[in-house]
């Protein structure tokens, strides 16, 4: 069965720390890898990810994925408040148009 | 431009009702696509419209579930008679490409709970 597993699943740092989040999948015929910040709301877009050691960056937040070792990590330098929220792993596949397979989450929050 | 937009943001109603949730996508997005998450669970998919053709309706848990989308523009999802574990937030999503960089926009959600 298709997956997607995100750890850890609650985090709680300090201002100005740094951390990582970790997503790892298992579909088949994999397409892409995105990456959402969930805050009260809706999701709201990130990153998509389809090759293996490209990072992509905006701001403080960066990600890369590994398509051999199938997982991506999504990096928050220099943390702040605003930082908190819900992030959402999730994979596309070739195979089932744009379906998308959602990881549970990682809850992020961010304390002065 | 306008997001996508869900009504209403909240209904509880009494198991055996009728509910219709109503999407209106990013004008031009011709994807529509609904998720939900239920209590505890990741967000899944359940269906998803190319203008008004049903894509793929293979994450609809049951034919209590109707969408739709009469002229290819917004989409109603309806649920009919509701029970209890269909409770959850309702999300609807567009994206004009397949995917193709820019991912989907997400609308605030409807958060249903029943009763």
């Known amino acids: 069965e298709d997956k997607v597993v995100q750890s850890p699943l609650s985090l709680v740092v300090h201002e100005g720390d740094t951390v990582t989040l970790n997503c790892s999948y298992e579909v088949t015929n994999f397409r892409s890898l995105l990456w959402y910040k969930q805050e009260k709301k809706a999701p709201t877009f990130l990153f998509m990810l389809?090759?293996?050691?490209i990072e992509k960056k905006s701001g403080r937040l960066s990600s890369i994925l590994d398509k051999k070792e199938l997982f991506s990590i999504l990096n928050i330098t220099a943390t702040q408040t605003g930082d908190s929220a819900v992030y959402l792993c999730a994979v596309s596949m070739k195979t089932s148009y744009d379906k998308v397979i959602f990881g549970p989450g990682t809850s992020l929050s961010v304390i002065p | 431009e306008a997001g996508v937009t869900q009504f209403p943001s909240h209904s509880v109603i009494e198991k055996g009702q009728t509910v219709t949730l109503r999407c209106d996508p990013i004008s031009g997005h011709d994807n529509l696509y609904w998720y939900r998450r239920v209590m505890g669970k990741e967000i899944k998919f359940l269906l998803h419209?190319?203008?008004?053709?049903?894509?793929?309706e293979s994450g609809m848990p049951n034919n209590r579930f109707l969408a739709e989308r009469t002229g290819g523009t917004y989409s109603t999802l309806k649920v009919q008679p509701a029970e209890l574990e269909d409770s959850g937030v309702y999300f609807c999503?567009?994206?004009?490409?397949?995917?193709?960089?820019?991912?989907?926009?997400f609308g605030s959600g409807t958060r249903l709970t029943v009763v």
């Open positions: 419209f190319v203008k008004e053709s049903k894509q793929d």
């Open positions: 999503a567009s994206s004009q490409d397949r995917l193709l960089g820019s991912g989907y926009t």
């Open positions: 389809t090759s293996s050691g």
